[in-house]
């Protein structure tokens, strides 16, 4: 009898043991071994994981007994894997090393420049964005990096600026967010003011000054720049930001975010309103903007849909004045002519509506993966709308005949009217929509990047209305007096190569080749015979070579040549 009891004593001890749950803590440290709180610790197989606190510390419990896989994993570190036994409570710290690079630094990974290729760039991180972002545009922020100059319609850097990189006109400097292209594919210019308030949502910018690298959308003469967005917080959150500033300038700001929700999903927002009577007399602007990205986070994979835009309306400030004006006491520097008319009483006015209105929304889906720790891959599509005007007041006395606006001449009495005060309102209406992708490997000595896209521009609509016409009826608002459209499709692929030779000394070599189709088609009042008939094709190799010398950690020496060429 006794051995009956033991056995069946025996019997649920071990049953006891194999249904037991226990605890598994610790604390997660960086190599300064400060905490990292937000870090994410995960027992595969059992979905279970804990998000640590403020002091590093995480604790998960109801671990049944056996043997797991457990990864610890934070933005801007190496995740952390380790096999573990649970046969009671256990305790471990675990320390994680920084990362060169983030994880969804590798959506940019292709078209950005590396600490060992051969050109000149700067990295402007976020903790320096952030602290000098107040509402201006993104070319008043990188004014204190080298080669830039900046300039602003409105004269503080609010609306309509832009910035030359070494001298270099502005329609000549590629942009790209996360990788996709943000230049005008027709006239190759970056609007900024379309995108009111986006350095708040950028991780980090990196400017390559000269051709730089190659990437997607129009060559580089100037300088390549490349922003990429926010990364996910690991914590949940929600912030107001305001600021006031000279010329009446008020920016409000809300944002969100969900943090990591079961370790992997993620809803981040963001809305912004900036206003500014600005420092040019009538160069206000009103802006609004959005920022959302929301998707799933996981060791090696990230799935992000990314959605941002802006709505500007602007009073028109960008013509400038002469040296003559600027000096005249009655005018000064901060005079605007534009809009200017005379009245039936012979009084200077100003138009009040000579305004430039534009929305743009951008969608864009990533997908990117690590296969292993020497490669990775990122494949991203991508869809641009843009729409909206600006309207201009026309007198009589600019010499501008009423035919030009598809409008009869007008008789009064035994007078023909050639000329009258007219407002015109001209229009885009546009969309931009694609694929870019980019492939990573890395050995010991040798990494090779393969990147490319191909993406379209179309349909592309060009029309101007007439809104109002002196001696003319109320019923001729919206009248279109032309219209036209273009299309553009844009290929292109690359390859690059970086080798080291021996310990100190890198080559790199890059070449990329585009293919360009465009047509444009319609009617154009700026041709002589009032028409336009386009169709060009473009075939372009760009090819870079270099040497770069490590001198110390802190010294490189470099040499390089490359071609650029770019469609007209």
């Not at 510390?57 to 007994?65: D, E, G, K, L, R």
């Not at 990205?293 to 941002?308: A, E, H, M, P």
């Not at 006491?329 to 009483?345: I, L």
Request: hydrophobic share 40%; proline share 4%.
């Amino acid at each position: 009898m006794k051995r009956v009891i033991i056995a069946l004593l025996l019997a649920v001890a071990k049953c006891g043991f194999f249904y037991a749950q226990f605890v598994f803590s610790g604390k997660v440290f960086s190599e300064k071994q400060e905490a990292l709180p937000g870090a994410i610790v995960e027992i595969a197989g059992i979905n279970r994981y804990a998000v640590t606190d403020a002091n590093g510390s995480f604790s998960v419990s109801n671990v049944p007994a056996g043997n797991y896989n457990v990864s610890v994993r934070f933005i801007g570190y190496q995740t952390l894997t380790e096999e573990i036994t649970v046969q009671g409570n256990v305790e471990r710290h675990y320390t994680l090393a920084e990362s060169v690079t983030t994880f969804d630094e590798v959506i940019v990974s292709a078209v950005r420049a590396r600490s060992n290729t051969p050109t000149t760039f700067t990295i402007v991180p976020r903790k320096e964005i952030t602290r000098v972002a107040l509402g201006q545009d993104v070319p008043f922020l990188l004014a204190q990096t080298p080669s830039v100059v900046t300039t602003s319609d409105a004269g503080n850097g609010i609306g309509y600026t832009s910035m030359r990189i070494r001298g270099i006109e502005p329609s000549k400097t590629n942009v790209t967010i996360n990788g996709i292209p943000l230049n005008d594919p027709e006239s190759h210019g970056v609007y900024w003011v379309d995108v009111p308030d986006i350095a708040t949502s950028v991780q980090s910018i990196q400017i390559q000054r000269g051709i730089g690298t190659s990437t997607n959308g129009a060559g580089a003469f100037g300088a390549t720049i490349n922003l990429l967005t926010n990364n996910v917080s690991q914590n949940p959150f929600y912030e107001y930001n305001g600021a006031v500033g000279s010329f009446g300038t008020l920016k409000n700001s809300l944002a969100f975010s969900t943090g990591l929700i079961n370790a992997h999903w993620f809803l981040e927002g963001k809305v912004t309103g900036i206003k500014s009577d600005g420092y040019i007399d009538r160069g206000w602007s009103n802006l609004k903007s959005y920022f959302a990205q929301t998707g799933y986070y996981s060791d090696r994979t990230i799935v992000k849909l990314v959605g941002f835009g802006g709505r500007e309306e602007t009073y028109q400030a960008w013509y400038g004045i002469d040296s003559a004006t600027l000096y005249d006491p009655q005018y000064g520097r901060r005079y605007n002519w534009t809009g200017a008319y005379t009245d039936s009483a012979g009084n200077i006015r100003f138009f009040d509506k000579m305004i430039d209105h534009y929305e743009q929304d951008h969608l864009q889906l990533h997908f990117a993966h690590a296969a292993s720790d020497n490669l990775n891959f990122n494949l991203a599509l991508h869809y641009t709308y843009g729409r909206g005007y600006y309207q201009d007041f026309v007198p009589a006395s600019w010499g501008m005949p009423l035919d030009y606006f598809g409008l009869p001449l007008w008789i009064k009495s035994t007078d023909t009217i050639r000329y009258a005060d007219v407002i015109q309102r001209l229009w885009l209406d546009n969309h931009f929509y694609g694929v870019v992708w980019g492939l990573n490997y890395f050995a010991d000595r040798l990494s090779v990047t393969f990147g490319g896209g191909a993406n379209r521009y179309a349909p592309a609509k060009h029309f101007g209305q007439v809104m109002w016409a002196r001696y003319f009826l109320d019923d001729i608002p919206g009248k279109k007096f032309y219209e036209n459209e273009g299309q553009k499709n844009d290929i292109n692929g690359y390859v690059k190569i970086n080798y080291q030779i021996i310990p100190k000394l890198m080559a790199f070599g890059d070449v990329q080749y585009r293919y360009i189709t465009y047509k444009a088609w319609g009617e154009n009042r700026e041709y002589a015979d009032g028409t336009i008939d386009i169709n060009k094709q473009y075939h372009f190799l760009n090819p870079k070579i270099g040497l770069l010398f490590n001198v110390t950690d802190a010294v490189k020496a470099y040499a390089s040549y490359a071609i650029a060429n770019r469609e007209p």
